[in-house]
């Protein structure tokens, strides 16, 4: 067997064991983070479950295939990833990645989600795949040691700010590959109203509170909101049943709806959430647009909005194909991505070694 299937083995056996049932540390970590009042039960079960499937070895295979991952390409380089927190275990791929191409890990853990991920971490740790004690949620921890390369998930405002803090901390210089990933909503095209077709629009757009890059913030579809709306919100509301919303929107949401309705602006209210038939830059949470429209609509919305722009979904013929520039992805993946995905269109192992492993 070769280095690089050993590798991959070993990663894939130190997964398994931490998502065997039996696994008390992170059972303790999933308590303490639903105490904490951070994210529900119900969004950890899903990622958990998510991971469960996505994570399998012969996964984890592809996407070194995929990626043209090389064994140790990126052996005694710091790889510090810094961690975004709005959903659960998010930024698990960037580790992952860390660790595939042999390089050092080194993590940014965030305030919002500190208990979950560093049990993977420690489980890392216990196979040699990661040194002890390279994560924490300060990163002045790690003052003045220099990286070789940088992943980052976040807002474009705080990209700035967290390449400041690690210039001032001598963590970088002006020739550090940096990978600041700003995408934080993604775009959905829908051609009818079967019940697996409502059931993967609710899952994209409400799981996690629409928090994710990948939470579907625009939908185009073949009909006006008004003859989808009872229907549509039964579907929410029978997915609110299984998995409340923990998060909640100010009065700010409220008085749009009424700003809205004042101006006779097609829309369904749903207390924790507003659905609205009209058009803007999605920068607002707890906020779905609907456009009645079809594909040339939705190579037009693509092209209008690719800032910020993370996925592109639909249900047909059209997955797989390119749109923009983007490959349209699966509805039904939207919250439950394979593990070689894409954020913002590049793929991290490739990036990695092109940018770190030869120069």
């Known amino acids: 067997m070769s280095d690089l299937r050993i590798h991959i083995e070993t990663v894939s056996k130190a997964i398994d064991e931490w998502l065997q049932p039996d696994n008390t540390d992170l059972k303790r970590a999933i308590d303490r983070t639903v105490e904490e009042g951070l994210f ?12 469960k499937s996505t994570l399998q070895k012969k996964n984890l295979e592809i996407w070194a295939e995929r990626s043209g991952l090389e ?6 380089s710091n790889i510090l990833c810094l961690h975004a927190g709005n959903l659960p275990l998010v930024g698990l791929q960037d580790l992952l990645a860390a660790i595939l191409v042999g390089g050092d890990y080194i993590g940014k ?3 919002n989600d500190p208990f979950l991920l560093p049990t993977l971490i420690k489980k890392f740790v216990e196979f040699n795949l990661v040194n002890e004690d390279q994560w924490s949620t ?44 700003t995408a934080h909503f993604s775009i959905a095209l829908i051609e009818d109203n079967d019940t697996q077709t409502m059931e993967d629009l609710t899952e994209a757009v409400f799981r996690y509170g629409g928090t994710g890059c990948r939470s579907v913030a625009i939908v185009v579809a073949p009909y006006h909101l008004d003859s989808e709306k009872c229907g549509f919100t039964d579907y929410v509301e029978s997915f609110w049943l299984k998995n409340p919303q923990h998060q909640k929107p100010d009065e700010s949401l409220f008085y749009r709806y009424a700003y ?9 209210w749903l207390n924790d959430f507003l659905i609205e038939e009209k058009l803007s830059h999605p920068t607002e949470k707890f906020l779905l647009y609907w456009v009645k429209g079809d594909f040339d609509t939705l190579s037009n919305l693509v092209s209008k909005y690719a800032d910020g722009l993370q996925s592109v979904y639909s249900t047909s013929s059209y997955i797989g194909e390119k749109v923009e520039g983007y490959h349209i992805e699966p509805l039904s ?4 991505p394979p593990v070689w995905w894409k954020p913002d269109q590049i793929d991290t192992i490739n990036w990695l070694q092109k940018k770190v492993a030869h120069h």
Do not use: Y
């Open 260 to 268: 809205n309705k004042a101006l006779e602006i097609p829309q369904a």
């Open 71 to 76: 064994f140790n390409s990126l052996k005694h």
């Open 109 to 111: 853990i965030s305030n």
């Open 333 to 336: 993946q939207a919250q439950a």
């Open 40 to 51: 529900s039960f119900q969004d950890i079960k899903h990622q958990i479950l998510v991971l």
């Open 138 to 181: 300060d990163l002045s921890t790690f003052s003045g040691n220099p990286m070789n390369a940088v992943l980052f998930a976040g807002s474009q405002s705080s990209a700035k700010e967290v390449k400041s803090s690690l210039r001032s901390l001598n963590m970088i210089d002006s020739q550090t590959p940096t990978l600041m990933r």
